[in-house]
């Protein structure tokens, strides 16, 4: 079935350094991929999404990467601040056309003081 | 933010047990799912509604029935909680059927003693 495969599941980084999560998908007619951050007790929130026909999309510090034929994607963070420690989410649309997104495990990512 | 609540936010219960969530939305969004997260399996999609009374299986709907007579308002419920139904339960709205953002409630805790 439908697969999304995220790594790492944890990632410890120096403030200021960049942490980059990334994920393939099994699912050919997936076109939808955003990125979710999630808080401490909170509900993942989105914070950048990207479709099949852009190749990478940048929002100030985040940015996102699509390789379609390798069916892979990447969120990277730079200049990493201590309120970007929370856990992250990858997904991807699934083709049966309903909006259900398909997550990855998520990644836990650190960011040190 | 979204105007989302699940209810309730906490609950124990026994094995066998019947349970219900119940989460309610103002956006008058279409597009209702109910996601559980567990370690290491980032969030999985229950079940999905599409409007009122249409609803469909996603990929752990053993256990789960869910129901939606209004707009507003999408119920699950598990039947007879078991052990493996231990988890924290999110619904999310979409306005939109492809390729839309999911906005999340602040989650329900369910634990099956």
Not at chain 1, 32 to 37: G, R, S, T
Not at chain 1, 67 to 89: G, M
Not at chain 2, 47 to 74: L, P
């Amino acid at each position: 079935g439908e697969n999304v495969e995220q790594h790492p599941s944890t990632l410890s980084v120096q403030e200021g350094d960049s942490a980059v999560i990334k994920c393939t998908y099994s699912d050919s007619a997936s076109n939808y991929f955003p990125w979710y951050k999630q808080e401490l007790g909170k509900g993942p929130q989105l914070i950048i999404d990207i479709r099949s026909n852009v190749g990478e999309k940048k929002d100030q510090r985040i940015a996102v990467t699509l390789n379609k034929t390798a069916k892979h994607f990447s969120l990277h963070i730079t200049e990493t601040q201590p309120e970007d420690s929370a856990v992250y989410f990858c997904a991807a649309s699934t083709s049966s056309n309903t909006g259900k997104l398909i997550f990855g495990q998520g990644t836990t990512l650190q960011v040190k003081p | 933010d979204a105007g989302i609540t699940q209810s309730p936010r906490h609950k124990v219960t026994e094995t066998g047990t019947p349970v219900t969530l119940r989460c309610h939305q103002t956006e008058n969004h279409r597009y209702m799912y109910w996601y559980r997260q567990d370690p290491g399996h980032g969030l999985r999609l229950i079940h999905y509604s599409y409007g009122v009374k249409d609803t469909d299986k996603g990929e752990v709907s053993d256990g789960y029935s869910v129901s939606r007579s209004k707009t507003e308002d999408f119920l699950l419920t598990l039947e007879s909680a078991t052990s493996s139904q231990t988890s924290v339960y999110f619904c999310a709205i979409s306005k939109t059927q492809e390729g839309g953002e999911l906005f999340f409630g602040e989650g329900s805790r369910l634990t099956v003693l």
